[in-house]
């Protein structure tokens, strides 16, 4: 099974880019951030003219999510929206959906604007939260992928120039430490797996820098996270750079991963 995930930084600015790009790799599910559209005008009928359904949380602004699954594969068994903790103010950054034993929970993290401001401050605790769900409904026995962007690069050879940018609110150690407890939870970083220390492997180039993506000044932000049982079914994980080149790019790209399941 082949799974991606993608901040398309507004899936109608990106719709005709995506579905190029769908139906030159097939993804199984691609799981979609950031797609800046309310649930009902999502554009369902685009998607599912290539054989594709959606299961959307959707939000006009910097957030709304949506996972993508085409036949074979089935309707899933379940879905949840939000910490599952009657917060309905983060339905629109969490979604999972469970196939049989399977479960996929597509995020979009805070992004945490400034280490002074109050946004930063919920973005730990957005990290605290997500881990209490976890402790709450899962156990780290099961297959379980958490992806989309974290708004975290954790390594220094997850950024371009890791001294010059430290202090960043997806570089700090405030941050790091926050995913770090997620992680330890029972997740294994699925790209830093099977790809240990390999340095200049970014998934988002900022675009108000002219050139940041041809000198590949770029940050990995987006992630595949998997329990550890389920680690031991990833074959392959990749990032799709020239993607990032296409008409009307997103400041991010793809990233795939391919399951034994």
């Avoid at 990290?127 to 974290?150: C, N, V, Y």
């Avoid at 954790?154 to 700090?172: F, K, Q």
Wanted: hydrophobic share 35%.
């Amino acid at each position: 099974m082949k799974i991606a995930t993608y901040n398309c930084n507004g899936v109608r600015a990106r719709i005709d880019s995506i579905i190029e790009w769908m139906k030159k790799e097939n993804p199984d599910i691609l799981c979609l951030q950031e797609i800046k559209v309310e649930t009902e005008l999502f554009p369902r009928d685009r998607f599912e003219g290539i054989g594709y359904r959606s299961v959307v949380q959707g939000k006009k602004g910097h957030a709304g999510v949506a996972t993508l699954y085409r036949s074979p594969v089935n309707p899933p068994d379940e879905i949840y929206a939000g910490f599952r903790d009657g917060d309905e103010t983060e339905f629109s950054r969490i979604l999972t959906c469970r196939w049989g034993k399977f479960y996929l929970i597509n995020t979009y993290v805070p992004q945490g604007r400034d280490r002074e401001h109050e946004q930063f401050q919920y973005k730990l605790e957005w990290f605290a939260r997500f881990r209490e769900m976890l402790e709450d409904f899962h156990k780290p026995s099961r297959k379980i992928l958490w992806t989309g962007d974290f708004n975290v690069a954790p390594e220094p050879i997850d950024v371009y120039n890791s001294p010059g940018i430290m202090g960043h609110v997806a570089h700090t150690p405030e941050v790091f430490e926050a995913l770090e407890n997620v992680r330890e939870w029972g997740f294994v970083d699925l790209f830093r797996k099977l790809h240990p220390g390999e340095e200049g492997q970014y998934t988002y180039w900022d675009y108000r820098f002219r050139g940041f993506y041809e000198l590949n000044k770029g940050w990995r932000v987006d992630h595949m996270y998997a329990t550890k049982s389920l680690a031991k079914l990833c074959s392959k994980i990749w990032i799709d750079r020239d993607a990032r080149g296409l008409d009307k790019p997103s400041d991010h790209t793809f990233l795939i991963g391919e399951f034994q399941l």
